[in-house]
């Protein structure tokens, strides 16, 4: 069993940057992808960005890439998601997600309970 707690959601103008954390307890943590899903209301929840367990390969959507950084700490079990040059567009809940694979498959075994985060224009 894993538990995963996010952290670092709020309210933030345009142009405005907020890092979410997620902290991981329970069974390993170093040895899973990690990756950080959004769902804005009346839409689907959308994989945002990911990483494997080492950290040394990273995946963005589209519609995040240069303004978005996902990073871990494999000591601490926290995975970040530094977001920059916000926009109202990624207003939504953010999701943190543990794969099943060292490497991001998809196959999420663990979600967190979410953080909101709501950008002002």
């Known amino acids: 069993q894993v538990q995963l707690v996010e952290s670092g959601g709020g309210l933030v103008q345009a142009g405005g940057s907020l890092r979410l954390s997620c902290v991981a307890s329970?069974?390993?943590?170093?040895?899973?992808?990690m990756g950080w899903f959004r769902q804005a209301p009346g839409k689907e929840r959308e994989l945002v960005a990911a990483?494997?367990?080492?950290?040394?390969?990273?995946y963005y959507t589209g519609s995040v890439k240069g303004r978005f950084t996902i990073s871990r700490d494999n000591a601490q079990n926290t995975v970040y998601l530094q977001m920059n040059s916000l926009k109202p567009e990624d207003t939504a809940v953010y999701y943190c997600?543990?794969?099943?694979?060292?490497?991001?498959?998809?196959?999420?075994?663990?979600w967190g309970q979410g953080t909101q985060v709501t950008v002002s224009s």
């Open positions: 997600a543990s794969d099943a694979r060292e490497y991001w498959s998809g196959s999420v075994g663990y």
């Open positions: 329970g069974r390993t943590f170093s040895n899973k992808a």
């Open positions: 990483t494997t367990w080492t950290g040394g390969s990273t």
